[in-house]
């Protein structure tokens, strides 16, 4: 299916473990981003790639890590997961700048 | 520096009456604007978007916005509500500089629609 998906929808892990947000778009879009939304904080931006093998920091980087070795692909790695990144996480892709971009669902994720 | 104010945390509108969700920005550039939607459980949906070409603009679901540089306002309507609309509802400016697009994100509008 055409689109852009994120998984897993729903996902509960320990403090300290490492854990991965999958996002895969098939439009084979340059752009991808990360977001996480929280209240009272709205959308930031995690991190962005620009095209495959090029990635940078956004807004809120600080204990995630990304990477993008081919153009529909964009996971999320939480290192150590924090209580403090306790959030929902928002994948989006576009084919340039200015267009207006893309949402997936959403990964919901609580770090206890 | 860009910011962007939804002046609305909550819009409350009956079936078929007017819908009328504000938002201003501030941005030393000209921006780029857009309305997103989120319905429950969803990801945003873009629903319009403004890049300096003409100040009103139509977007998906009888849904337009109106960009009056005067008063820094970029308001989102539509003529009648549909139940289908409750969601939430971000504005969102967008700065495009040195190969980089920042976007800045409103706190949100909830709308509900009264049947």
């Known amino acids: 299916d055409a689109g852009i998906t994120q998984s897993p929808r729903y996902k509960i892990t320990e403090t300290g473990r490492q854990v991965t947000l999958m996002c895969h778009q098939t439009w084979s879009h340059s752009y991808m981003f990360w977001y996480r939304q929280d209240l009272g904080h709205g959308l930031r931006l995690i991190y962005y790639?620009?095209?495959?093998?090029?990635?940078d920091k956004g807004e809120v980087p600080d204990g995630y890590v990304v990477s993008r070795s081919k153009t529909e692909n964009f996971p999320l790695t939480l290192e150590s997961a924090t209580r403090s990144q306790t959030s929902v996480y928002f994948c989006a892709s576009g084919p340039g700048l200015g267009y207006g971009y893309t949402f997936g669902s959403g990964t919901r994720l609580t770090v206890v | 520096a860009q910011s962007v104010t939804q002046l609305d945390s909550h819009v409350s509108v009956s079936e078929g009456t007017p819908v009328l969700l504000r938002c201003n920005y501030s941005s030393s550039y000209s921006p780029s604007l857009f309305w997103y939607v989120q319905h429950p459980n969803k990801g945003l949906q873009l629903l319009l978007k403004y890049t300096s070409a003409a100040t009103l603009v139509k977007g998906i679901n009888g849904f337009e916005a109106e960009f009056k540089k005067s008063e820094t306002s970029f308001h989102l309507t539509k003529p009648s509500a549909h139940m289908s609309d409750a969601a939430e509802y971000f504005c969102?400016?967008?700065?495009?500089?040195?190969?980089?697009?920042?976007?800045?994100f409103g706190t949100g509008t909830r709308l509900t629609i009264i049947p």
């Open positions: 790639s620009a095209a495959a093998d090029i990635t």
């Open positions: 969102v400016v967008s700065r495009i500089r040195f190969g980089n697009e920042k976007l800045t």
